[in-house]
């Protein structure tokens, strides 16, 4: 499958268009941001590590009863995807205080749920992506009462799943973000990617952050953080 025109450059991700409308090429870049954009930087191979880390971990939750948009891998960048119009939320799932929920509740990171939380916000970087109620998505009109429980339960499946295959590589699942769309047909499948970009995994036996915290808090070891989740990924 070639590439056509880009149609898109977000952040991390670049998006083509193919010859076949259904499908879309994304390319993984190894520039970063954080704080809705205000810190900018690259992680030397980011890309190539999120792009098979996605596909991945896609391919087994799909094999687990997950939908997902993953087609095929074209290159160490590259991968063909089933194009959707994305739900503008972002799902967020914890099992761990951690980030925005610690700063809001005065909580210190690290106390574990008794069981997981869903959130929603609202995938929007001029108002600075706002945390949403249910009700809120169903005002705006962004998903109907069915489609939000579909993207819920979607949620909760990928956390089960991806908690268990983190703790048998030693790494815990602090909190993740994902993004769904529909397809023409109106199927509602998981999108965008699953990587150290969007997940919080900490070392389980020495708490060490192995994620996008340590470029956003600049703690160093940002690519050495990045490349040891990828080989636990494998281990
Ligand atoms: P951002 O837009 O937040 O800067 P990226 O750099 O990751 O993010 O850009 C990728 C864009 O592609 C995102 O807006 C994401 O919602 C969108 N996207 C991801 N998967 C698909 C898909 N299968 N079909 C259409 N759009 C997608
Ligand atoms: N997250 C993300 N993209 C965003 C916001 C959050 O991938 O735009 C991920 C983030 O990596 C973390 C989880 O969602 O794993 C929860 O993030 P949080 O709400 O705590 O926000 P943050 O502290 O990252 O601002």
Known sequence: ??????????????????????????????????????????????????????????????????????VEELSERETLVKKVSIVPLEVIVRNIAAGSFAKRYGLEEGRAFAQPSVEFSYKNDALGDPLMADSHVFALGLASQEELAIIKTYALKVNAFLKSFW????????????????????????????????????????????????????LGGVEEAYEEIM???KA
């Open 231 to 233: 080989r636990r990924l």
């Open 1 to 70: 499958m070639e590439k056509k025109e880009q149609l898109y450059e977000g952040k991390a991700k670049k998006v083509f268009a193919t010859e076949d409308p259904q499908l879309l090429i994304v390319s993984y870049k190894d520039d970063a941001t954080a704080f809705n954009g205000l810190k900018k930087g690259t992680i030397s191979g980011k890309g190539v590590i999120n792009n098979r880390m996605s596909n991945y971990l896609m391919s087994l939750l799909e094999k687990d009863g997950v939908p997902t948009h993953f």
């Open 167 to 218: 703790d048998e590589r030693g790494v815990t699942l602090v909190d993740f973000k994902l993004e769904f769309g529909r397809l023409a047909d109106g199927t509602i499948v998981l999108a965008d990617e699953i990587s150290p970009d969007t997940c919080r995994l900490w070392d389980k036996a020495t708490g060490e952050k192995l994620d996008k915290d340590r470029f956003r808090r600049d």
